[in-house]
């Protein structure tokens, strides 16, 4: 059950921050899902030291944290797509 609620999770999160970066009629579903779970590990590593929690991934901080680990990757894969940030 814990897997499921991950990619639930994991593609509202990558939906959010694609429409925060604007991107959101260039991804599916499962590029969403992939941003918002690979957001995860990313603020799990950068704001966590190491430490990703998975205990609750309903947890709203949690979910702020994944949102904002999505919107950091968008930003660089922008970056490097495009030259820009947006």
């Keep these: ?15 959010l921050a ?3 970066m604007r991107t959101d009629g260039q991804q599916g579903i499962i590029l969403n ?5 690979v957001g ?4 799990g590593l950068i704001f966590g030291g190491g430490n990703i929690n998975n205990s609750n991934p309903l947890d709203l901080t949690n ?7 999505a919107v950091i990757l ?13």
């Design 18 to 20: 694609s429409l925060i």
């Design 1 to 15: 059950m814990g897997f499921i609620l991950w990619l639930v999770v994991g593609g509202i999160v990558g939906w």
């Design 33 to 37: 899902i992939v941003v918002g779970i």
């Design 74 to 86: 968008l930003a660089i894969v922008n970056l490097v797509r495009r030259g820009s940030v947006r």
């Design 63 to 69: 979910i702020l944290w994944s949102l904002l680990g």
């Design 40 to 43: 995860a590990v990313i603020a």
